[in-house]
Nanobody, 126 residues
C-alpha cells in the first residue's frame, strides 16, 4: 500500500484546510486509516481515525468538533477537513493505514499502523 498525503499549507487562525490521503496498491474497503501529527520538538500524536468497513470515526479531544473525516471510495481517498484552525494545530500531518479494523483503544496507537504517507505541513499563523 502506498499513501500520498496532500493539502497542507499556510493558513491564518480560524481558517480551513482539507487534507487528502490517497491510497494505491490495494482496495480501501477494510482496515483503519489514521491521521497523526508531529509539531517541532514534540512527539507524534493521534489526531483522528476512520474504521473503513463501518466508517466509524474517532477524534482526539482537542480537534473534535473542528476536524472531520470523510471518504471517497471510488478515489480510495480519505479526507481530513480542518476547520477553526489554531496556532497549536501547526504540525506535519501524516496519514497511515492499518490492515486490521481496530477498536477505539487500539487505533490511537501509531505503532499499530503498517503503512505511512510522507506527511504534509500545516502552518497556522497570522
Amino acid at each position: 500500500v502506498q499513501l500520498q498525503a496532500s493539502g497542507g499549507g499556510l493558513v491564518q487562525p480560524g481558517g480551513s484546510l482539507r487534507l487528502s490521503c490517497a491510497a494505491s496498491g490495494r482496495t480501501f474497503s477494510s482496515g483503519t486509516v489514521g491521521w497523526f501529527r508531529q509539531a517541532p520538538e514534540k512527539e507524534r500524536e493521534f489526531v483522528a481515525a476512520m474504521r473503513l468497513p463501518d466508517r466509524n470515526t474517532f477524534y482526539e479531544a482537542s480537534v473534535k468538533g473542528r476536524f472531520t473525516l470523510s471518504r471517497d471510495n471510488a478515489k480510495k481517498t480519505v479526507f481530513l477537513q480542518l476547520n477553526g484552525l489554531k496556532v497549536e494545530d501547526t504540525a506535519t500531518y501524516y496519514c497511515a493505514y492499518a490492515i486490521p479494523n481496530y477498536i477505539a483503544s487500539a487505533l490511537r496507537d501509531d505503532s499499530r499502523y503498517e503503512y505511512w504517507g510522507q506527511g504534509t505541513l500545516v502552518t497556522v499563523s497570522s
